[in-house]
Nanobody, 121 residues
Framework: QVQLVESGGGSVQAGGSLRLSCVASGSTFSNYAMGWFRQAPGKEREFVALISRDGNSPYYTDSVKGRFTISRDVAKNAVYLQMNSLKAEDTAVYYC??????????????WGQGTQVTVSS
């Protein structure tokens, strides 16, 4: 079982940027497709982005395309989410995920503890 620890959340004004980081331990990082999900108050956890085991073929939900970039660093056992041009509707708790085989939160193997992102308009 892989353990995930996120960092990098915070508060920012609309139009600003944040970079989320997630460090994995306890298992072979390169074995896992990785992703990010988010959950706003009163809403279900939703898919944001995923990246394959080899770091190719990133995939994004439509609402973040062109603004968010997912990447991974195998040497550091880390996955990142660069978030630019943030909007108020991006406000949520962001969760790192390992073993992402689809855009469904039910299909995720392991979760991090989450990091809060708040965007003020």
């Amino acid at each position: 079982q892989v353990q995930l620890v996120e960092s990098g959340g915070g508060s920012v004004q609309a139009g600003g940027s944040l970079r989320l980081s997630c460090v994995a331990s306890g298992s072979t990082f390169s074995n896992y497709a990785m992703g990010w999900f988010r959950q706003a108050p009163g809403k279900e956890r939703e898919f944001v982005a995923l990246i394959s085991r080899d770091g190719n073929s990133p995939y994004y939900t439509d609402s973040v395309k062109g603004r968010f970039t997912i990447s991974r660093d195998v040497a550091k056992n880390a996955v990142y989410l660069q978030m630019n041009s943030l909007k108020a509707e991006d406000t949520a708790v962001y969760y790192c995920a390992a073993g992402v085989i689809s855009t469904s939160a039910r299909a995720v193997g392991s979760w991090g503890q989450g990091t809060q992102v708040t965007v003020s308009s």
